[in-house]
T-cell receptor, first 111, second 118 residues
């Protein structure tokens, strides 16, 4: 069974304090690993898709990396507007293109 | 970028009534759409996979007779919560993927629909 575990569950940082969020996964053949941002009461907003170990992608203050067992979302010099829940999900090669989500990391950036 | 639209964004209904939620892909044709359910401070749980022109595939534990899914066209899928009860109150989110030939594998989500059953 495909599984995704995210840590920490919640993280509080000061503005400008860099950190990383972890996503550990087990999947029967990885089609892709996805990172989404979700604000309260909203649907997830797509950030990145990573397809193979060693791949990295960047967007503004965010950088996502992928190994065969986990992915990291690095946040550099965060701002209060980066506060959100960050969701990691995997998509398996077999079957439909459904996503299996982790429980998310609630990130709060204090000014 | 792709846009997926849901309607209504929130709905309040009485116990025993049925509620329909629409999910539309606005700028691409989606052969497959997904319906998720999210409880407060929890992650998204897949309910069913909706395929255009065929029956939906439900995840284990999801009652197909309670959560009716129709995917009548390449841009529209509907979720009907039948005989809703307070325990059905939740945040329902749909997603749609581009056709496989684009090879993006990306899934775009709607804004979600909050259902409150009194």
């Amino acid at each position: 069974e495909d599984q995704v575990t995210q840590s920490p569950e919640a993280l509080r940082l000061q503005e400008g304090e860099s950190s990383s969020l972890n996503c550990s996964y087990t999947v029967s053949g990885l089609r892709g690993l996805f990172w989404y941002r979700q604000d309260p009461g909203k649907g997830p907003e797509f950030l990145f898709t990573l397809y193979s170990a060693g791949e990295e992608k960047e967007k503004e203050r965010l950088k996502a990396t992928l190994t065969k067992k986990e992915s990291f979302l690095h946040i550099t010099a965060p701002k209060p507007e980066d506060s959100a829940t960050y969701l990691c999900a995997v998509q398996a090669l077999q079957g439909a293109q459904k996503l299996v989500f982790g429980q998310g990391t609630r990130l709060t950036i204090n000014p | 970028g792709a846009v997926v639209s849901q309607h209504p964004s929130w709905v309040i209904c009485k116990s025993g009534t049925s509620v329909k939620i629409e999910c539309r892909s606005l700028d691409f044709q989606a052969t497959t759409m997904f319906w998720y359910r999210q409880f407060p401070k929890q992650s998204l749980m897949l309910m069913a996979t909706s395929n255009e022109g065929s029956k939906a595939t439900y995840e284990q534990g999801v009652e197909k007779d309670k959560f009716l899914i129709n995917h009548a066209s390449l841009t529209l899928s509907t979720l009907t919560v039948t005989s809703a009860h307070p325990e059905d109150s939740s945040f329902y989110i749909c997603s749609a993927s581009r056709p496989r030939w684009t090879n993006t594998g990306e899934l775009f989500f709607g804004e979600g629909s909050r259902l409150t059953v009194l």
